[in-house]
């Protein structure tokens, strides 16, 4: 018997903590780094499930003009969340810039309301970074996601072409029904 469209799949037991990411975000954020100029970017992050224990995650984003207009894309990102013992989870991510990334970090919910997490953050350090001979120097990075008052909010260091980690992006995102 298949799945039908109207059919959710319970999530897995161990994806509760990671739940909260499930959804569709959108939002604007800001950029730069010591070889880039400061800018601003839209963002659209869809995170799926489809019953077995890991979220499928994808996203993409474009250059905002100082009105808000879209200029061109930016980065575009696919993956995995995988949930591990201990509150623990990674994050596999592919990009088309000729990265794979393996992240690994912690998840913590700190508030809960009506059976449902209100409150929580993920702090995830690069563990690998592969890369392709023709892409640009990239080798370290921190991730942080938070739920906070609803939204998406995550930050993004970076250690590239010769500099130690540092602030690159960071954005707002909000639910999408």
């Not at 730069?32 to 995650?57: A, C, K, M, N, S």
């Not at 009105?67 to 623990?88: H, K, M, S």
């Amino acid at each position: 018997m298949g799945m039908t469209e109207e059919a959710t799949p319970k999530v897995a037991d161990s994806l509760v903590p990671l739940s909260w990411l499930i959804g569709r975000w959108a939002g604007v954020g800001v950029g730069g780094y010591p070889t880039v100029p400061e800018f601003r970017f839209g963002q659209e992050i869809i995170v799926t499930h489809d019953g077995r224990p890991f979220l499928t995650y994808w996203s993409r984003s474009w250059l905002l003009d100082d009105d808000g207009n879209q200029v061109r894309p930016l980065a575009t990102e696919t993956g995995f969340w995988r949930p591990a013992p201990d509150n623990r989870v990674e994050l596999l991510l592919a990009h088309p810039t000729g990265y794979a990334e393996v992240w690994v970090g912690e998840v913590t919910v700190n508030s809960i309301q009506d059976a449902r997490i209100t409150g929580a953050k993920v702090e995830l350090r690069s563990d690998v970074v592969a890369r392709t001979a023709t892409a640009k120097d990239y080798t370290a990075g921190q991730r942080l996601y938070g739920l906070v008052d609803g939204d998406l909010l995550w930050a993004f260091d970076m250690a590239a072409v010769g500099h130690p980690l540092t602030s690159h992006l960071s954005a707002t995102l909000k639910a999408v029904s």
